[in-house]
């Protein structure tokens, strides 16, 4: 008749799920926050297409490609912008290189347009994962320029190494 068996059982019971709820809110914060996020390579993607969008129209390179020059820089054809509130203006941390070749004659393109900060050219080919080199893309794309077959080389890079140091 004096059996008590009342709360303290049960404190033991709640103690555990305390202890299991608690690990279980540390190890999901733990993961949502322990690993960064870095956003360049969609962002040189986007970059890519977006030059090849600006060149190229119905599979058929625009008329204002031509093999002696091109009418303008980049950055005022495809309404580009280059600068970054994050950085000064003379660090641009962009990169884009547009090579056409004819398809007949491959090694040797036609038609070479760099613009940006070229010192992030030479590190795209660096495929470790560093976070202090810069994230590149190279896409081709085959065209049809006055007749002719060409390949179109983008090569488009994301420096911004502080914010992902």
Known sequence: MNK?????????YWFFLF???????VIGVGVFYGHSIDVRGAESEL???????????????KDFVSEERIEGNIINLCNLNFRDENY???NIQYYVNVSFYY??????????????????????DYEGDDRNSPRCIKKNVYSNLNGTEVLMQ????????????
């Open 19 to 25: 202890v299991i709820v608690a690990v279980a809110i």
């Open 88 to 90: 000064e203006p003379e």
């Open 4 to 12: 008590r068996g009342d709360e303290r059982v049960l404190y033991f």
């Open 103 to 124: 398809l007949e004659n491959y090694p040797d393109n036609f038609l070479e347009i760099i613009e940006g900060n070229d010192f992030y050219f030479p590190r795209c």
């Open 47 to 61: 970059l890519a297409d977006r030059i090849i969008d600006c060149f190229i129209d119905g599979g058929k390179v």
């Open 154 to 165: 983008v090569v488009a890079g994301i420096g911004k190494v502080n914010e992902n140091a």
